[in-house]
C-alpha cells in the first residue's frame, strides 16, 4: 500500500546574504490499514492528517511529505518491511505510527542500524523504549494505566478479588502485570489468569467470561487491543449478565474508545477505566480538537485516545522539525529535540521524559454514564497528575536493563 501526501508550505527563505533552500522533511506513517485492526490505524492517521493541515505554517517554510504504509497484522513481520523499505527506498529522516507492539519491538534493532528516529503514537509494551536510543514515545506504557488501576480498584472499586483476562502478545501480558502488581501491593487477590486469543481477529470471549462469572470474583479486568475487540468483550459481558451476577468490569480506557463507545449500549454503563483521553474531557485544548474534528470528518465521527496521541505525536515531531529548521537527518539530535518537550494537548499537559524517552501524563479513573442528552460518556473519578511509567521507576524486567 503505497500513499503519499504533500503536505505544507512550498517556499522560500530569504536571507541577507542571498536565499535558503527550505527544507522537506519526508516522515514514514506506518499503521495498520487494512484487516480486522484498520480502525485503530485510521483513528489515529486522521489525526495525523488534521494536525497537518492545521498547523503546515508552523514549520514555514519547511515543508513535510507523508509517506503511508500498512503496518500489516500484529506480528511485527510485515511493518519490519515496510518500515525498512521507507529507511531504504524512500530515504524517510522519521518514522512514526506503529498501533502494535510486535512491529515496534521488530523495528528497534532497523532503526538503531539506520539511526532514524522512531516516534511511536500507540505501542504500549513498557520496555520498548530501552531497546534502541532512537525510540521516543507519545502514547502510553501498559504501566500508566495498569498500575494505578490495580490500587484504585482495591481502594475505591470495592475490589477484593480480580480475575485477568487479555489478548495473548506482548501489551496483554504487560497489562495485566501492571495491574496485579498495583492491585496485590494494595492488598487485592487475583483469582484467575486468562489468555483470549491472538489480537489477529476477535476471538468468542463466551467461554472465557463464562468460566471468570462461575469463579465469581468482585471484578474483571480486561485488556483487549481496543477496537472491534472492545466491542466483542462488551457485547459478551451483557449477553452473560455478569454485572447483575457481581463482577465488575474494569481495565485501561482501551475497553471504550470512543468512537465505539455509542454502539455498546446499556452493557457498558458502569464500567471503570483508568487512561489518559475521553472526549468528554474538560479541558481548553480538547474542546477544540473535537471541534476540529467534527468540521473535518462529521458530526457523527469521535476521536478516541488513538486519535488524540495522534495529534500529540505530530506536534512533537513539529516541534522537533522546527527546533531543528528542518534539518533532521542526524537522528540523535531529533530525539535531543523531543527529550523534555512538552505541550497542552487533547490529554491535558504531556511531557517527554527526558531520561526514558516516554510519555507523562495525568491519569483518570473514569466511569462509563448515561449522560442527560441521552448518549453515553464517562464521568471522572479522579484525576493523578503527571504519571510517569512505574514500570521504568520500579525497573520491573525489562524495564530495568
Not at 504500549?124 to 534502541?132: F, P
Request: glycine share 10%.
Amino acid at each position: 500500500m503505497r500513499i503519499i501526501g504533500w503536505l505544507g508550505l512550498a517556499a522560500l527563505a530569504f536571507t541577507v546574504g542571498g536565499t535558503a533552500q527550505a527544507e522537506t522533511v519526508k516522515v514514514g506513517v506506518v499503521l495498520p490499514f487494512s484487516g480486522a485492526n484498520a480502525d485503530l490505524g485510521h483513528q489515529i492517521d486522521k489525526a495525523f492528517d488534521l494536525y497537518v493541515k492545521l498547523h503546515a505554517k508552523d514549520i514555514a517554510p519547511n515543508t513535510v511529505e507523508i509517506i503511508k504504509r500498512d503496518e500489516g497484522p500484529p506480528t511485527g513481520a510485515v511493518a519490519k518491511t515496510v518500515a525498512t523499505e521507507l529507511i531504504t527506498n524512500d530515504k524517510v529522516q522519521i518514522l512514526t505510527g506503529f498501533v502494535f507492539s510486535p512491529s515496534a519491538i521488530a523495528l528497534a534493532p532497523v532503526v538503531t542500524q539506520a539511526k532514524v528516529p522512531m516516534v511511536i503514537a500507540n505501542a504500549g509494551t513498557a520496555w520498548i523504549t530501552n531497546l534502541s536510543p532512537y525510540i521516543a514515545r507519545l502514547s502510553f506504557s501498559m504501566w500508566h494505566h495498569g498500575y494505578p488501576m490495580g490500587a484504585y480498584a482495591f481502594k475505591s472499586i470495592g475490589c477484593k478479588t480480580a480475575a485477568l483476562a487479555y489478548t495473548d502478545f506482548p501489551p496483554g501480558k504487560d497489562s495485566t502485570e501492571a495491574f496485579k502488581t498495583g492491585f496485590e501491593k494494595a492488598g487485592g487477590k487475583v483469582t484467575e489468569s486468562i489468555p483470549m486469543g491472538s489480537p489477529v481477529q476477535v476471538p468468542d470471549f463466551t467461554p472465557f467470561f463464562q468460566k471468570i462469572k462461575d469463579a465469581k470474583p468482585d471484578c474483571m479486568y480486561v485488556f483487549i487491543p481496543s477496537g472491534a475487540h472492545a466491542a466483542g468483550v462488551m457485547k459478551t459481558y451483557g449477553e452473560l449478565g455478569m454485572r447483575k451476577a457481581g463482577v465488575k468490569l474494569i481495565g485501561p480506557m482501551d475497553l471504550i474508545p470512543d468512537n465505539k463507545l455509542q454502539d455498546m449500549g446499556d452493557a457498558a454503563i458502569g464500567t471503570v477505566v483508568m487512561g489518559n483521553y475521553a472526549v468528554d474531557l474538560n479541558n481548553a485544548e480538547n474542546k477544540a480538537f473535537n471541534a476540529e474534528w467534527h468540521k473535518a470528518y462529521g458530526k457523527d465521527s469521535y476521536p478516541d485516545f488513538m486519535s488524540a496521541a495522534g495529534w500529540d505525536t505530530m506536534h512533537a515531531i513539529f516541534d522537533a522539525i522546527k527546533k531543528l529548521n528542518g534539518k533532521v537527518d542526524d537522528g540523535a539530535k531529533v530525539i535531543d529535540a523531543m527529550k523534555g518537550w512538552t505541550a497542552n494537548g487533547p490529554r491535558g499537559k504531556v511531557t517527554i521524559d527526558a531520561a526514558t524517552r516516554d510519555i507523562v501524563q495525568d491519569e483518570n479513573a473514569m466511569e462509563v454514564i448515561r449522560k442527560p442528552d441521552g448518549k453515553l460518556g464517562v464521568k471522572v473519578l479522579g484525576t493523578t497528575k503527571a504519571v510517569k511509567d512505574e514500570c521504568k521507576e520500579l525497573k520491573v524486567g525489562r524495564c530495568g536493563s
